[in-house]
């Protein structure tokens, strides 16, 4: 809680920044200072500007106050090459490498040594790797590495990462952490964006924590300080509203949906979990923590690699998103664009999945689609002059549709992937509303949420992913933000990842001073 | 390296593909011989330099439209400047309808990066613009092109010092092909301004994370089409000996020639040789259907199916190769 010396020769030195996309403030006061040999931690919850903040700074976006100096210069650059030749190098989070492209056209195409290459990336523990290998043929985890040897070999003042180490194994990851500490030793700067405390606490010295825009916090990296660090990304005043929560327990009954072991061999590697009709099930996690692949795997989108998947006490595999529908499991995506058809009206979206069937193709059963269609309508008060096309809808309408065409059929089990992204207050709490309808009917709901307030409100339990792996199961009573926060990070006794007084040294993971134990 | 010989397996197969048609041509018209094959050459040149300026902007992840409407421009600006004309104004003409070409491509490619304008609704305006543009130059064909010009086209290769019987089965067309794609294609393709294209239509966010200048390599890309654009025209000139005011149906042709010649819509992947190769299979199949005079609307048919089966084909090789 000791707050850092403000560094007197910043080597980066980003005040002030402020930038508004229309009507929405991404970033209102975001400021960052890099000392020579320091590595930085930039943290903040969703939606608290950190991607904005990380586009300005690598200079893909301009922002619309405040300036960002390099060694004491101004460089609010234009273009990633600019930042580039201004000194500060970034490794994104999707790799920036040429899919149809060799490796060594790749080195070719930005300028990069490829003798320092070669260094970094036997450093970096692929040295088998070829030149004339195509980017395509490459595992995600060699390309990350792939990006962040090509960065190391230009030697930047400032590298910045984003989420390096979420896709590498293991090894790679200590590797990794100790270049990058060796880099703050030999008196370059490092901004490192990432989830895991483990690894902040590792190689980090400072961190500086975003929220709503602002910069809230710098603070030096200590023991104990990831409880400082989640209060300041939650802020002060968590509201605590009424939650929705079933006050009588469910009867024991075969799972609806029961999950064991699942794995996609990518991002999800073990998430097993059990939910009953009746329930209201909420998933938390971070982005990328492996939900996405979760949600896919459940509607038939994607093939696990590990794992069973049960429904009603019955092993199922999805080869489709047919079979699923046809198991009863139905997904309302994130992205409403995806799920609805956004030039026709609202009762042909609501009809669409009655009628969508094989063998199905003849005449449409008129009065039966329009009882089932206008009870839904009404159940849902969507402000519609009904006929209208749905990209008419504001955004909290579209999303009452996605739900309203499954209600319509009738529904055993829901998927629903953080249906409340981006709308009112109000329709939120229509939308939790109805949700708790259909599962007092029995239906039985699993809700993805990237709001933590949400799993009070809407939610009987919620299952925690962090790193493909769900590390912990709150129930909706005890699931306030801070609590949520934490083991969302990772930062539960049932991991066994951090002590919460020794950090790091007891892992065994690192030392400081950058040597893998 | 699978994907390499992959890559160059397709061309090889087009190639392979080409031989065997070139047989079958001998076959069913054994008087088939040099005269034949200078014909094919002939016809061939202003198809295979449209297919390699389409196959540029392909691959730097764009399309082209109005590449039949900037050869009709090229070619009517080349017969009026040259008609009547001495052999050094020729020369002049001939650079001067390059540069023409030059800036027709670029400015469809500043169109696009400017407006931000979807490219395929750019190109299909500027196909109109360019369609009046030659029209105002020429109402009706005409002009005049340079003799010399004409010659480097039509025949067969004669070297000093070499009995024309060794060189003359070879058309110059052919050869003056391999000499402009030589001379413009080969060191972009070797310079980093190729990379550029290729990274470009790969994933062009990566690129631009890679720092590359994204917008000038796509005008850059629009502009080296609408220079083999100029080419091709001027190739329509150089084998009718007149302007030619109305496009030929080169624009439907070229983008047959690149999909059929390995290059993927969409950018980022395939080769020069691969559509070249593509586009003289293409015009040899259409001959030897006119020499089996099988009714030309049947012709057109059997062309289609073709194109199909050859890239259902070739995708199904690819899943092939992949799984073993």
């Known amino acids: 809680m000791t707050p850092a010396p403000a560094p007197s020769a910043a080597l980066l030195d980003a005040t002030g920044i402020a930038k508004r996309f229309g009507a929405v403030v991404a970033l209102r006061d975001a400021s960052l200072q890099v000392a020579p040999g320091q590595v930085v931690a930039l943290m903040g919850a969703n939606g608290a500007g950190k991607s904005t903040f990380v586009k300005i700074l690598t200079g893909a976006l301009k922002p619309d106050a405040g300036h960002v100096r390099i060694r004491g210069r101004d460089s609010t650059v234009a ?40 260094h970094w990336i036997s450093q970096l523990g692929l040295p088998g790797l070829r030149q004339d290998a195509m980017i395509r043929a490459l595992p995600l985890a060699s390309l990350r590495i792939l990006d962040l040897a090509r960065a190391l070999a230009v030697e930047p003042d400032v590298l910045l990462l984003d989420e390096m180490t979420a896709a590498l194994p293991t090894d790679l990851v200590e590797r990794v952490l100790t270049v990058v500490r060796a880099q703050a030793d030999a008196g370059r700067s490092v901004i490192y964006i990432s989830h895991r405390f483990t690894e902040i606490a590792a190689i980090c010295d400072r961190a500086t924590v975003l929220r709503d825009g602002l910069t809230v916090g710098d603070v030096a990296i200590e023991p104990g300080i990831e409880d400082r660090i989640v209060e300041m990304m939650l802020g002060a005043g968590v509201a605590t509203a009424a939650g929705t929560a079933r006050r009588i327990p469910l009867p024991q009954s075969v799972p609806r949906l029961s999950v064991r072991g699942l794995a996609t061999g990518t991002r999800l590697t073990d998430v097993s979990l059990v939910l009953r009709p009746g329930e209201v099930l909420g998933v938390v996690a971070l982005e990328g923590q492996g939900q996405d692949e979760l949600f896919d795997v459940l509607a038939g989108n994607r093939r696990a690699t590990a794992g069973t998947v049960e429904v009603d006490g019955h092993p199922m595999t999805f080869a489709h998103p047919a079979d699923a529908i046809a198991a009863g499991l139905t997904l309302v995506p994130g992205d409403r664009a995806h799920a609805l058809l956004m030039q026709r009206s609202v009762r042909e979206n609501i009809a669409l999945p009655l009628l969508a069937r094989f063998g199905n193709w003849g005449g449409i059963p008129a009065r039966d689609e329009r009882t089932r269609v206008g009870a839904a309508i009404d159940r849902l008060q969507i402000d519609t002059r009904a006929q209208g096309e749905v990209r008419r809808l ?71 992913i962090f790193n493909g792996r769900v590390v912990d199961v709150i129930e909706a009573a005890d699931a306030d933000e801070p609590t949520l926060m934490r083991a969302a990070y990772g930062l539960t006794e049932k991991t066994g990842l951090i002590d919460k007084t020794g950090l790091i040294d007891k892992t065994g993971l690192i030392d400081k001073t950058g040597a893998v134990a | 390296m699978m994907r390499v010989l992959a890559a160059n397996g397709w061309t090889a197969g087009l190639a392979g593909l080409l031989v065997l048609l070139l047989v079958v041509t001998k076959l069913i018209q054994p008087s088939f011989g040099v005269s034949g094959l200078d014909n094919l050459a002939r016809s061939a040149l202003p198809f295979a330099l449209a297919t390699v300026g389409m196959a540029v902007v392909v691959i730097a992840g764009g399309i082209d439209l109005s590449i039949a409407a900037m050869m009709a421009v090229a070619s009517v600006t080349a017969a009026v400047l040259m008609d009547g004309a001495g052999d050094g104004q020729a020369v002049f003409a001939v650079l001067a309808v390059l540069v023409v070409g030059l800036a027709m491509g670029a400015l469809n490619g500043a169109l696009i990066v400017v407006t931000r304008v979807p490219d395929i609704v750019v190109t299909l305006a500027m196909l109109f613009v360019w369609q009046g543009v030659a029209l105002l130059i020429l109402n009706a064909p005409g002009g005049g092109a340079a003799p010399w010009l004409r010659a480097l086209a039509v025949g067969g290769v004669t070297l000093p010092g070499v009995p024309p019987a060794l060189t003359d089965w070879l058309p110059r067309g052919f050869v003056f092909l391999a000499v402009v794609v030589a001379a413009i294609w080969w060191p972009i393709r070797r310079s980093k301004l ?33 220079l083999f654009a100029a080419l091709a025209g001027l190739a329509v000139t150089m084998g009718t000996g ?31 040789l691969g559509p070249i190769l593509a586009v003289i299979v293409l015009r040899l199949v259409r001959m030897d259907l006119t020499l089996l005079s099988v009714d030309p609307n049947t012709a057109a048919i059997i062309e289609g ?18 799984k073993t």
């Not at chain 1, 239906?443 to 919620?462: G, M, N, P, Q």
């Not at chain 2, 990379?195 to 005008?219: E, H, K, T």
Request: some cysteine; hydrophobic content about 45%.
């Open chain 1, 79 to 118: 273009s990633p090459a600019g930042a580039r030749r201004s000194g500060l190098v970034p490794v994104y989070q999707e790799p920036s490498l040429i899919p149809d492209l060799s490796v060594a056209d790749n080195l070719r195409l930005g300028d990069t040594p490829v003798d320092r290459f070669r």
């Open chain 1, 394 to 464: 504001s955004g909290g309408n579209q999303q009452k549709v996605t739900i309203a065409r499954w209600i319509a059929k009738g529904v055993q089990t829901l998927l629903l992937f953080d249906p409340t992204r981006g709308i009112d207050i109000r329709t939120k709490r229509q939308i939790y509303a109805l949700v708790r309808d259909l599962a007092d009917q029995g239906a039985a709901v699993l809700f993805y949420t990237s709001e933590l307030a949400e799993v009070r409100l809407a939610c009987d339990r919620a299952v925690v």
């Open chain 2, 194 to 226: 190729g990379l550029m294209f290729y990274a470009v239509g790969s994933d062009s966010q990566a690129a631009y994370r890679s720092g590359v200048p994204v917008g000038p390599v796509r005008i850059a890309a629009y502009a080296v089409c609408g």
């Open chain 2, 242 to 272: 007149i302007g030619e005011p109305i496009p030929g149906p080169y624009l439907l042709a070229s983008v047959a020639a690149v999909v059929l010649g390995g290059v993927v819509l969409g950018g980022g992947r395939g080769g020069i």
């Open chain 2, 305 to 322: 199916l073709i194109m199909v089966g050859v890239v259902m084909f070739g995708a199904v090789l690819a899943t092939q190769g992949r």
